[in-house]
């Protein structure tokens, strides 16, 4: 499978979702998956096109699901991409209920998304309640950190 | 015995905590390694008290070198975060955990068998299950012990990441079924 997977914050060492999708990328690829990282930052969100190169694959993976999700939910809702949407949350997101800005990216990417993977079980009763309709739960491979 | 506290100092972490039960046991030696905006307030509550050490934001090379020296770890969040990159590390190297019992925390990790699972914002918990640990060796290997074969058996990358390829080929395939990209 040729996966695009698209994370944020790509070189911040402190930044423990980087590792963890880093550690990701090379385990599917281990796995026998084509997997190559589109790093995001703020200067993305500028970069009309970036969407084009998200053509060749078989589905998009998103760490997390804030501005990036949000971002690329639109170009998937104006169907400039028509590929299959899995992102990850790690919960940081996905509990900042009371954050405005968090809201309205999950309710930007929230209908093109096709599967939510959590990584802490309480995850999946807080996603469907945010109205996440095809979510799983699979442990953190944080053991890989240490 | 030597306590270690690793996490962002802020307030889902509570860190707090940690340092009110530092302050309690001075036999003890504590250390905090995380930055934050709880700092401040935290070496303020410590006013100068030497078995309680900051070390700010430290990397996971030191980190790791922390963990081998600690008898005990300790995780204070105040939501589930069952999984930390931390709690994980201490569990995979042998440590007795005291954890906060938040979310599905004890449906995975069994109290008094692989951690021992304290109420959050509880210093008085904290305090006894600190208190436990040092009078009780034996129970301290115990959980490290069957800590470090949870980790093995089910938290294996390789394992993980076969569940994970499993959901996204069937994701993508009922996807194919359903319309034609």
Redesign the interface.
């Known amino acids: 499978m040729r996966i695009a997977f698209v994370v944020a914050r790509v070189g911040e060492e402190r930044n423990v979702i980087q590792r963890l999708s880093l550690i990701l990328a090379d385990e599917l690829r281990k796995q026998g998956e084509s997997v190559d990282i589109f790093p995001f930052n703020r200067r993305s969100v500028f970069k009309f096109f970036s969407y084009r190169k998200l053509r060749n694959y078989d589905c998009v993976l998103i760490a997390n699901i804030g501005l990036q999700c949000a971002y690329f939910s639109i170009c998937k809702r104006l169907r400039l991409i028509k590929k299959c949407f899995i992102a990850i949350s790690f919960g940081s997101d996905i509990r900042a209920t009371k954050n405005k800005l968090i809201n309205l990216f999950n309710q930007m990417s929230k209908p093109v998304i096709d599967l939510l993977i959590v990584v802490n079980p309480d995850l999946l009763d807080t996603a469907r309640a945010r109205g996440y309709v095809n979510v799983v739960y699979v442990p953190c491979w944080s053991e890989c950190l240490s | 015995m030597k306590i270690l506290f690793a996490a962002r100092l802020e307030a889902v972490k509570d860190p707090m905590t940690f340092v009110k039960a530092g302050i309690q046991l001075p036999d003890h030696e504590f250390t905090v390694a995380g930055d934050g905006s709880l700092k401040k307030q935290c070496e303020i509550l410590v006013a100068g008290r030497k078995n309680i050490k900051f070390l700010g934001?430290v990397?996971?090379e030191n980190?790791?070198h922390l963990?081998k020296e600690a008898d005990v770890f300790c995780q204070s969040d105040n939501?589930?975060?069952?999984?930390?990159?931390s709690l994980?590390?201490a569990m995979?190297?042998k440590k007795a955990v005291i954890c906060t019992n938040?979310?599905?925390t004890s449906?995975?990790l069994k109290d008094n068998y692989h951690v021992l699972l304290i109420s959050p914002q509880n210093c008085s918990e904290l305090v006894r299950a600190i208190e436990r640990l040092s009078d009780d060796i034996g129970l301290r290997h115990r959980l490290g012990e069957n800590a470090q074969a949870y980790?093995q058996e089910?938290?294996?990358?390789?394992k993980?990441?076969?569940?994970?390829?499993g959901?996204?080929?069937t994701?993508?395939q009922d996807?194919r079924n359903t319309r034609i990209?």
């Open positions: 934001w990397d996971a980190i790791r963990m939501v589930e975060n069952i999984w930390s990159s994980v590390a995979k190297n938040t979310g599905y449906k995975y980790v089910n938290l294996a990358i390789e993980i990441v076969k569940e994970i390829r959901w996204m080929t994701t993508v996807r990209d």
